[in-house]
């Protein structure tokens, strides 16, 4: 069977995508173009020195669009519509093969987003046979634009394998004594909404009497405003393949964005078996939390982070497992494998 061949026209690729595209290599060929990696978010991507990546900034246009052609890609992912190089590649193969639009937008009726519908059946309509999204939120955007009937999901996958291993290795340790830390994991930028999170938590700690503490990890602009105070522990970025410690010493994930398209992070640390305290922007919540393990909050509510907080922190360690549980099972609903199935799929209905 002859193998599928794969281009991915990519903005900031990090290890969980990877983690898919090299679960994708055991059927297909990839070839990833991508932008450079965010300062904000360094992840060490020298695990997968085998897969054929190039960096956008060290081609130019016309080198990069022979590379692509050059492979012969049976199918073409581009993200978005904003880099104008990856738009004129993928009209190049428009009517030769699927050509696949990312986006991880929600739909949420703006005047911009209303004449983006009106324009794309005279534009994206004619270079794009399909959308790809992560979940419901994205896929009404996509529907808008005129993809009802091409509409892939699941395009965001967290590297199960990697924390599926990390719950085996602390879960159990967690069922003889269930940490009282909340768990930040993202960049420090203000639309994260983490000046609310840590002021919510010191009114929790000044209103309270209770143990819990707030374990944050990331780095960005914000940094150097980062809010010292009791129970607040800041420890900079970390890869994920050493987050380990961190998790094994916390026990409720916490993301009060302002501003979150999807949150992969949500996955992870769902599989990881935590309880989810998650703003209402956050677009994976639908997928991987609801009323029984977690709490959602308005963005940007620094009264209703607080009353999450004290919520939670009047659970027993008994309910507290019982909510990670079931994180764990709804994180590892979606995987690779369902991942690559997703996109091959594409190709099987041609």
Request: charged fraction near 25%; glycine fraction near 6%; hydrophobic fraction near 40%.
């Amino acid at each position: 069977m002859t193998r599928a061949k794969v281009v991915f026209l990519y903005t900031e690729i990090a290890g969980y995508f990877l983690s898919c595209v090299k679960e994708l290599t055991i059927s297909a060929d990839v070839l990833i173009v991508r932008w450079p990696v965010n300062s904000e978010a360094p992840f060490d991507l020298s695990g997968y020195s085998g897969l054929q990546i190039v960096d956008r900034t060290k081609v130019d246009e016309t080198l990069l669009q022979q590379k692509v052609k050059d492979f012969h890609p049976d199918i073409l992912i581009c993200s978005g519509w904003i880099d104008k190089g990856y738009l004129k590649i993928s009209k190049s193969f428009q009517k030769k093969i699927p050509v696949v639009l990312s986006l991880d937008n929600h739909w949420k009726g703006t005047l911009k987003q209303r004449i983006a519908s009106l324009i794309s059946p005279f534009y994206l309509k004619r270079i794009f046979t399909h959308a790809w999204v992560p979940g419901e939120l994205q896929a009404q955007f996509a529907r808008h634009l005129g993809f009802g009937n091409n509409l892939l999901k699941n395009f965001y996958c967290a590297d199960t394998g990697l924390f599926e291993q990390i719950y085996k290795n602390t879960f159990k340790q967690k069922e003889l004594k269930f940490p009282h830390r909340f768990l930040y994991v993202a960049r420090y930028v203000e639309h994260k909404g983490i000046f609310e999170m840590w002021n919510a938590f010191l009114k929790f700690k000044n209103e309270t009497s209770s143990d819990w503490e707030l374990w944050c990890i990331g780095t960005g602009s914000e940094w150097e405003n980062k809010i010292i105070g009791e129970g607040i522990t800041h420890f900079g970025f970390v890869q994920p393949k050493d987050l380990e410690k961190y998790i094994s010493d916390t026990g409720v994930y916490i993301l009060p964005s302002k501003f979150e398209p999807w949150g992969v992070s949500v996955q992870e640390f769902a599989i990881c078996g935590f309880p989810l305290l998650l703003s209402s922007e956050v677009g994976s919540s639908d997928k991987f939390m609801d009323e029984r393990n977690g709490i959602k909050f308005n963005a940007g509510a620094e009264s209703e982070i607080l009353n999450a907080m004290k919520v939670i922190a009047a659970k027993s360690d008994r309910q507290l497992l019982e909510m990670g549980k079931f994180s764990h099972e709804k994180g590892t609903a979606l995987n690779q494998k369902i991942w690559c199935e997703t996109i091959l799929s594409v190709l099987k209905k041609k």
